[in-house]
């Protein structure tokens, strides 16, 4: 069955600092493979996505992520973060390659020092 | 409308009665889909409605859950003999199409509380 665990539950960086979060994902083919920002009482928004292709993809509001199948994984990245970026991230995987249908990770709260 | 709607925004329900959240996906999007996000089982897909095909409800957690949607566009989540358990925040997301390189767009979600 597929799944994705993101091992950080709550991650802390000073603003300015480049952040990294971290998502592994089980299933047998290539994933469809997607990063959410959740601001409190908020929905969901996309950061970015993966389907096929160039395994670097770039995002909105200066993330990026890196699909990397040896490892299973499809870490987020920011060079710099800002106090905005204070939020709870998810990666997701669509259910056999659906965009819509997801299985989620539990989440990482990301909290900004000044 | 330019994004998915979700009403009511808040709901506070007692216990036993019955609860219906409204849905209104982007227009033209023919998926639609309904998420639960609560604090111990996190972001759970409940029900997938594509078109005119019979929607998937295999994230439906019991019979006490059911869905509808009407004319391919707005649609109901309704929760029967609500429970303490059901407190949780219902999202809805559309999409273009039912599948293939494209995502979900999800609306500000109905926060449930169940009393």
């Known amino acids: 069955a597929q799944s994705v665990t993101q091992p950080d539950i709550h991650i802390t960086v000073s603003e300015g600092a480049s952040l990294e979060l971290r998502c592994n994902y089980s299933?047998?083919?290539?994933?469809?493979l997607f990063w959410y920002v959740q601001s409190p009482g908020q929905g969901l928004q996309l950061l970015l996505k993966y389907f096929s292709g160039d395994t670097l993809v770039q995002g909105i509001k200066g993330f990026e992520a890196e699909f990397k199948r040896s490892q299973s994984s499809f870490n987020l990245r920011k060079p710099s973060v800002h106090w905005s970026d204070a939020a709870e991230y998810f990666c997701a995987v669509g259910v056999n390659n659906q965009g819509g249908k997801l299985i989620f990770g539990q989440g990482t709260e990301l909290s900004v020092k000044p | 409308g330019a994004g998915v709607s979700q009403s009511p925004s808040n709901k506070v329900t007692e216990k036993g009665k019955d609860v219906e959240l409204r849905c209104d996906p982007i227009?033209?999007?023919?998926?639609l889909y309904w998420y639960r996000q609560s604090l111990g089982q996190g972001l759970e897909f409940l029900i997938y409605?594509?078109?005119?095909?019979?929607?998937?409800k295999s994230g439906l957690p019991s019979d006490r859950f059911s869905a509808e949607r009407t004319g391919g566009s707005v649609s109901t989540l309704t929760i029967q003999r609500t429970q303490q358990e059901d407190s949780a925040v219902y999202l809805c997301?559309?999409?273009?199409?039912?599948?293939?390189?494209?995502?979900?767009?999800f609306g500000q979600g109905t926060r449930l509380t169940v009393v």
């Open positions: 997301a559309s999409s273009p199409v039912g599948t293939k390189n494209t995502e979900a767009f």
């Open positions: 227009s033209g999007h023919t998926a």
């Open positions: 409605f594509q078109g005119n095909s019979a929607p998937d």
């Open positions: 299933y047998g083919a290539t994933p469809y």
